[in-house]
T-cell receptor, first 114, second 112 residues
Framework: GAGVSQTPSNKVTEKGKYVELRCDPISGHTALYWYRQSLGQGPEFLIYFQGTGAADDSGLPNDRFFAVRPEGSVSTLKIQRTERGDSAVYLC????????????FGPGTRLTVL | KQEVTQIPAALSVPEGENLVLNCSFT??????LQWFRQDPGKGLTSLLL???SQREQTSGRLNASLDKSSGRSTLYIAASQPGDSATYLCAVLMDSNYQLIWGAGTKLIIKP
């Protein structure tokens, strides 16, 4: 079956601009996660959705970052007033039920802020 | 604060060798430990998941062990192949908040 997909695969933007990153989880998976990975580092947790609601958003670095999952499937990570330090690969994952399940990852979106 | 360390950061070995990758963590209050593989330009693939009550898990040529009390896990790869070349990451799921805390990975190159 189809895995987790993320669009776009690459995004280049200018400092101060707004960006949206999209994640399509595996069909039927109720849990969805966003991570950020910088070069040479492991992923860093951002936010976890269970269904439509954010069960844990403690990893969002500041109020410029926001994520939604209005229908409990597709999720969008939104970054306002982008900064050069936001440049990273943004990874999305989903799992069948809850946070203790194995997570299935998408290929990521590489965000570059000039 | 949980810290996950992977040593070495990079490893290059000839094809056919058996090898061990190491992962250590500072806080033993974990729910499980997972090993992932990451290929360039691709997402992470889960390899093995060890529950905190388990000592090891095996899948094909891979064997992962967990010593929770000492904060250590190893990933053993038998009879390595060039297709095993990738970055291997370990991650612990915390008991307290169920967040995955990741190591920085070991970049493995298997030379034909």
């Amino acid at each position: 079956g189809a895995g987790v997909s993320q669009t776009p695969s690459n995004k280049v933007t200018e400092k101060g601009k707004y960006v949206e990153l999209r994640c399509d989880p595996i069909s039927g998976h109720t849990a969805l996660y966003w991570y950020r990975q910088s070069l040479g580092q492991g992923p860093e947790f951002l936010i976890y959705f269970q269904g439509t609601g954010a069960a844990d958003d403690s990893g969002l670095p500041n109020d410029r970052f926001f994520a939604v999952r209005p229908e409990g499937s597709v999720s969008t990570l939104k970054i306002q007033r982008t900064e050069r330090g936001d440049s990273a690969v943004y990874l999305c994952a989903s799992s069948p039920q809850g946070i203790t399940d194995t997570q299935y990852f998408g290929p990521g979106t590489r965000l570059t802020v000039l | 604060k949980q810290e996950v360390t992977q040593i070495p950061a990079a490893l290059s070995v000839p094809e056919g060798e058996n090898l061990v990758l190491n992962c250590s963590f500072t806080d033993s209050a974990i729910y499980n430990l997972q090993w992932f593989r990451q290929d360039p330009g691709k997402g992470l693939t889960s390899l093995l998941l060890i529950q905190s009550s388990q000592r090891e898990q095996t899948s094909g040529r891979l064997n992962a062990s967990l010593d929770k009390s000492s904060g250590r896990s190893t990933l053993y790869i038998a009879a390595s192949q060039p297709g095993d070349s990738a970055t291997y990451l370990c991650a612990v799921l915390m008991d307290s908040n169920y967040q995955l805390i990741w190591g920085a990975g070991t970049k493995l190159i298997i030379k034909p």
